[in-house]
């Protein structure tokens, strides 16, 4: 079996793949990319958050994103019944970016690959990792080729970008249980024909309430090309309900909304539905000796506010930080300044994520008046800002649970 060296292996191509390599190329780092299938290909989690942009453009992808034309997004709208309530990203309370995009994951995964092989990065396409060794000196992983070719990889550092792969906390036996319950996802993407002059606002996701279960949510994100990805989020028992394909279940379960109903009256279902269950997850520890778990690798939420991609961009900038440092010289505390500084993000978008699965914060953001200095924190929360302290809601998560109270005393 034949072996090679590089600095820097990252398994995995997508968002968090992708910019980490950026970062590292910009530091000079030799990097190999492992990634197991061919892009373009299809993945979810379209609704990007301003927040991430920030991590585009320092990684040099920004003109590139910008260049490929996916639908401007500059906010939120949120329905349940005859409630309807929008936020503007660019009213906020961090500071920063207040726009972004929407984007087919095929096209913008595929961009992001490309200007990180620009950079200099190889990238392997259709090269799975199937074993790993990290009790060494250095990792050491083998990966198997298209053709059936194996070889051995040792790295100085190892980047687990593989998103639902889990390609390290699966093969080194790092999974914990996540203690969000079992929700699942239905989805589809729709030419959706809803006319440009009507009321629908294609610079902002659409997040709407089922009329009758407060836990059960769509999704409607508008595309740059007439098209829009659309599911709905339910706990697995809920969702097994309903008979038929995929496809059946979710025209079903978008039937049982009015609003939703009307505005997709016209839509065109051309590609058949898909279904993922149990997919939030959650690691003991995001990093080990001589590597990192990035994105989705080490712990996913929810889908209800959109937060995968921005945690993924975080964590690559992140970990590309201490890179940055350890090749200087300069002492490294992983835990100090990876493992802490990203949980304390995914732990403000975990209170809100909570908040939405309770019934709180529906509460909160259909609230008859409210506050605009409350409105702005939340924006920015909702933009992807989690990491921001000056931000009450992000220092201190628990002060949700407070202004829930207070909402509903209204």
């Given at each position: 079996m034949r072996s090679e060296n590089t600095e820097i292996l990252i398994v995995g191509a997508g968002p968090a793949g992708s910019v980490a390599a950026g970062f590292l190329r910009q530091q000079g780092r030799k990097v190999l990319m492992i990634e197991r299938e061919q892009f373009p290909r299809f993945s979810i989690g379209e609704s990007l958050l301003p927040q991430s942009m920030e991590y585009i453009e320092?990684?040099?992808?920004?003109?590139?994103?910008?260049?490929?034309?996916f639908q401007y997004k500059n906010g939120a709208a949120f329905a349940c019944g005859d409630k309807r309530t929008e936020f503007d990203f660019r009213e906020k309370f961090s500071k920063g970016?207040?726009?972004?995009?929407?984007?087919?994951?095929?096209?913008?995964?595929?961009?992001?690959?490309d200007a990180a092989e620009r950079a200099g990065a190889e990238l392997r396409y259709r090269h799975e990792v199937y074993?790993?060794?990290?009790?060494?000196?250095?990792?050491s992983v083998l990966v198997r080729g298209p053709e059936g070719e194996e070889y051995r990889v040792e790295a100085e550092f190892l980047l687990d970008a593989s998103g639902f792969g889990r390609i390290l906390p699966r093969l080194l036996k790092l999974e914990k249980p996540s203690n969000f319950p079992a929700r699942g996802a239905i989805f589809t993407h729709v030419?959706?024909?809803?006319?440009?002059?009507?009321?629908?606002?294609?610079?902002?996701i659409l997040v709407t309430v089922h009329p009758e279960h407060s836990d059960v949510w769509y999704w409607t994100i508008p595309f740059s090309n007439g098209r829009c990805s659309l599911g709905v989020v339910a706990h697995v028992d809920f969702l097994a309900q309903y008979p038929g394909t995929e496809t059946e279940r979710l025209r079903a379960l978008v039937g049982e909304d009015p609003g939703l109903s009307?505005?997709?009256?016209?839509?065109?279902?051309?590609?058949?539905?898909?279904?993922?269950?149990?997919y939030a997850a959650n690691v003991e520890s995001l990093w080990g000796k001589n590597y990192a778990l990035l994105g989705n690798a080490g712990e996913f939420l929810d889908p209800?506010?959109?937060?995968?991609?921005?945690?993924?961009?975080?964590?690559?900038?992140?970990?590309?930080?201490?890179?940055?440092?350890?090749?200087?010289?300069?002492?490294?505390?992983?835990?100090?300044d990876y493992g802490h500084p990203l949980?304390?993000?995914?732990?403000?978008?975990?209170a809100f994520v909570e908040?939405?699965?309770?019934?709180?914060?529906?509460?909160?953001?259909?609230?008859?008046?409210?506050?605009?200095?409350?409105?702005?924190?939340?924006s920015a929360i909702l933009a992807g800002y989690a990491w921001d302290r000056k931000n009450p809601y992000v220092a201190d998560p628990k002060r949700l649970g407070a202004l829930v109270e207070i909402c509903s005393q209204a």
């Open positions: 320092a990684a040099g992808m920004l003109r590139d994103v910008v260049e490929a034309g970016w207040g726009t972004t995009y929407q984007v087919q994951r095929a096209t913008f995964d595929k961009v992001l690959a074993s790993v060794d990290v009790a060494g000196d250095k990792p030419q959706d024909g809803m006319p440009l002059d009507g009321d629908f606002d294609r610079n902002k009307k505005l997709l009256a016209n839509a065109t279902w051309d590609t058949p539905a898909r279904q993922i269950v149990g209800v506010f959109s937060s995968g991609v921005t945690i993924a961009f975080k964590s690559a900038s992140l970990a590309s930080e201490c890179l940055r440092r350890r090749y200087a010289g300069e002492s490294v505390d992983w835990q100090a949980r304390q993000g995914v732990d403000a978008f975990r908040a939405w699965y309770a019934g709180g914060f529906q509460r909160i953001i259909f609230h008859p008046s409210p506050s605009k200095e409350v409105r702005e924190l939340i």
